[in-house]
């Protein structure tokens, strides 16, 4: 085995499949889609159709009870590249809850937001006031590790990503009907403003760009945190954990919106697992990958081994052994559970289940919050979609080009060092780096998708 850490794990494959020395399978190895059909084309990676029907029965088994599960997998020649990652769980589909401090909700007197109106009072308030009551004026009203959670728990308030978190930059425009390119759209400029808003008024984490897991349990560990966006509540550590909760109904927007849309589709990732064609025994490794889709399996990949990490309930109901779940201070369940279970940081070959999945997702505060957030997802969610050879290398190409563009230019609007008096500048230069190009080939893909 070739372990590579996660920050080296993009380059680290491109240069192997560049450089022709890459293994026999890639697992957890983080291929784009993208990558996934060009290599395959290539014959780099091999087609796994044939094998999963002699050789694959329980993945055979999920894509016969979940059409959606094959739509997305298959790809336009028919052909499988990966053992996917595949969700059967509304606690981990929806990726972010918001978390708000109830015991600071209840010193400045204020209920929990439902709009994004009333965020911003409750950040200002939580800005304005002693809350940890160390006297000093340190408290952080929003954190966390990135960028991306902010944007998670506030598209729906403007009606986008209105298609699930698969696909983050296209959706529906629901006046037309048509596809509409977020980044670009009117609805996300306002979006941007207010996450200006809330930047230039100290409401937002001024390390948010910089910000790592370890920084940020420290400060949830000092009781600097107002609010915080993450898949779990675990994020600012154990200490003041039990003082926060997720927000009781999606946040709506000035305009209505109010969807709760960092919900992926029950196929939420193609390719997990690859065989290259440098392995001698690609049926084998078949075999192999595909028992930790059958019940067994998956219980093994999640829970690992029974008497060991967990027990049987006389009620049926599988949980793990209480001197597991003991977390030591600093820690988190996540972490504790990373020494006996392999699937930490996503992106498994395994089926997931609710019944068997434990992770910090499943536990009590997060549980509620997505539980709450659960009827304001968008009712129709898009698995990922397929292309052909020529539209993966041009839809490479272009994607490079405009989402690098977009995130550089996101820090700049919400720090302000580019004013929204050049959005029109902004809007042109994707324009310019091929944006109709790139919708036209979305739109051939997406007609494909329809049509399956």
Known sequence: WQEVPSSDLAEKRNLALASGEFPDLFIRGGIPDIDLVKYGEQGTFINLKELID???????????????????????????????????????????????????????????????????????????????GNGKKDEIPWTSNGLGYLFNMLKGAWGLQNRGSSHPNVDIN????????????????????????????KLIDEEIFTMDH???VAKGEQNLVGSFASVNSQLIGSTHEKEFAGIEVALKGPNGDQLWTPKSASLAAKGPFVITNKCKYPEAAVRWVDYFYSDEGTRLFYMGVEGVTYEKKADGSYEFLEEIKKIPEGSSFDHVLGKWVPYMGGGNPAILKTEYFKGGETQPIPLKASTNMAPYTPKELWSKFSYFPQ??????????????????????????????????????????????????????????????
């Open 174 to 201: 629901e006046k037309t009907g048509e596809l509409r390119f977020i980044p670009t759209s009117d609805q996300y400029k306002d979006m941007l403003e207010y996450m200006h808003r809330l930047y230039s008024e």
């Open 214 to 216: 370890a920084q940020l």
């Open 391 to 452: 539209e993966v290398e041009r839809m490479a190409e272009l994607e490079n080009d405009i989402l690098t563009y977009i995130t550089q230019m996101n820090a700049q609007f919400i720090m302000g060092t580019t004013t929204f008096d050049q959005w029109d500048d902004y809007v042109k230069q994707i324009e310019k780096m091929g944006l109709e190009e790139y919708m036209k080939i979305y739109q051939t893909a997406y007609d494909r998708y329809s049509k399956n």
């Open 54 to 132: 002699e050789y694959g029965p329980n993945l055979k088994k999920v894509m016969e009870d979940e059409p959606d599960v094959k739509r997305g997998l298959v790809e336009h020649n028919g052909n499988i590249y990966g053992y996917p990652t595949v969700y059967f769980s509304d606690p981990v589909q929806i990726s972010t809850r918001l978390f708000i401090n109830t015991k600071w909700l209840e010193k400045v007197n204020l209920g929990m937001p439902s709009t994004t109106d009333e965020l911003y009072e409750v950040l200002k308030a939580f800005r304005d006031t002693d809350l940890n």
